[in-house]
């Protein structure tokens, strides 16, 4: 029952690196998200997708990157990291989409990103 | 706009003790989410409201969603040290794909 699965867990970088947030689901769900939850704020959406092959943009996708080219897999990429992206990042998946239904989303168990 | 406050942002009571927290906003919500998230996980559903003046009861908690369909209530009857973690509401907004989350109630409840 592995749900969704984000790795790392934890990771420190320096200002300018890149590197891949990875999040992979066993559901078969078709909708997959990413988000950024930082403290004192909600969740922000930074891309999604609907689909394999199939991605848009989301509240703020500025610095981020992401592709599906499977269902199961849905990295985010962060290029030339900065201060202000340390946050605790979410992947997760839906069936169908918060359009069509009022389904729950599931959440992978984040990843925790600090740049310095 | 569409934004979700809730309220209060930190609460810390005795076990055995009743709470209640809440999701205000001045936008109407087709719907309503509440998740409760612990510490070094994700979110988790606990339940969609729909209905203006809906109730919908898990146990010890009952959720209320607002006959306007503006805000939304949690209420924890005899609270336990399990029900400690931070509850987040979160409401379908008019993009298809958005949902709105509040920044959460963090609830902490002492044996």
């Known amino acids: 029952n592995a749900g969704v699965t984000q790795t790392p867990k934890f990771r420190i970088l320096k200002i300018g690196q890149s590197m891949t947030l990875q999040c992979a689901q066993d559901?078969?769900?078709?909708?997959m998200y990413w988000y950024r939850q930082d403290p004192g704020m909600g969740l922000k959406l930074i891309y999604y997708?609907?689909?394999?092959?199939?991605?848009d943009k989301g509240e703020v996708p500025n610095g981020y990157n992401v592709s599906r080219s499977t269902t199961e897999d849905f990295p985010l990429r962060l290029e030339l990291a900065a201060p202000s992206q340390t946050s605790v990042y979410f992947c997760?998946?839906?069936?169908?989409?918060?359009?069509?239904?009022?389904?729950?989303?599931?959440f992978g168990s984040g990843t925790q990103l600090s740049v310095l | 706009t569409q934004l979700l406050e809730q309220s209060p942002q930190f609460l810390s009571i005795q076990e055995g003790e009743n709470l209640t927290v809440y999701c205000n906003s001045s936008?109407?919500?087709?719907?309503l989410q509440w998740y409760r998230q612990e510490p070094g996980e994700g979110p988790v559903l606990l339940v969609t409201?729909?209905?203006g003046g809906e109730v919908k009861k898990l146990k010890r908690l009952t959720f209320q969603f607002g006959d306007a369909r503006k805000d939304s209530s949690l209420h924890i009857t005899a609270a336990q040290p399990g029900d400690t973690g931070l509850y987040l509401c979160?409401?379908?907004?008019?993009?298809?794909?958005?949902?709105?989350w509040g920044a959460g109630t963090k609830l902490i409840i002492k044996p």
């Open positions: 979160a409401g379908k907004g008019d993009s298809n794909y958005q949902l709105i």
């Open positions: 559901m078969n769900h078709n909708y």
């Open positions: 997708s609907v689909g394999a092959g199939i991605t």
């Open positions: 409201v729909v209905t």
């Open positions: 936008s109407v919500f087709s719907s």
């Open positions: 997760a998946s839906s069936p169908l989409g918060q359009a069509l239904t009022n389904e729950k989303l599931f």
